[in-house]
């Protein structure tokens, strides 16, 4: 893979050039046996994905060709909803944190922050 775009214009010309490639039509190895995936978008009434704006995601679980399972939902809690309805463990990641409170991380690969709920830490 060649270096990541230095510049907006740059990245721009990457993403025109990819887009016009033709790629062989994927198909998973053999070895592999489940394949999950999760869309979520928001409804721009305040922002793309502002605190107060709805979201709407759905997520599928297929082996090879089958559908295993397939969910859609319209409320806050993806992670866990999809999750329940599911019946798999997951993992909810975010850019912003929903209850706990923390300071930004430094800019600089591998920074992170604690992420704290009444002075435990619960993430980072």
């Known amino acids: 893979m060649a270096i990541w775009p230095a510049t907006a214009h740059e990245l721009t010309q990457l993403q025109q050039a990819l887009g016009e490639l033709t790629p062989e039509p994927w198909q998973p190895p053999t070895t592999v046996l489940r394949i999950g995936a999760c869309f ?7 922002g793309a994905g502002d605190a107060s704006d709805r979201g709407f995601a759905g997520a599928a679980v297929t082996d090879r060709r089958r559908l295993l399972a397939g969910v859609s939902v319209s409320r806050a809690g993806l992670a866990l909803h999809l999750g329940a309805v599911l019946g798999l463990p997951t993992v909810g990641i975010t850019t ?29």
């Open 96 to 124: 912003r944190p929903l209850v706990a409170q923390g300071a930004w991380p430094v800019d600089q690969r591998g920074a992170m922050a604690p992420l704290l709920v009444g002075g435990e830490v619960v993430g980072c």
């Open 40 to 46: 979520v978008c928001f409804e721009r009434v305040y």
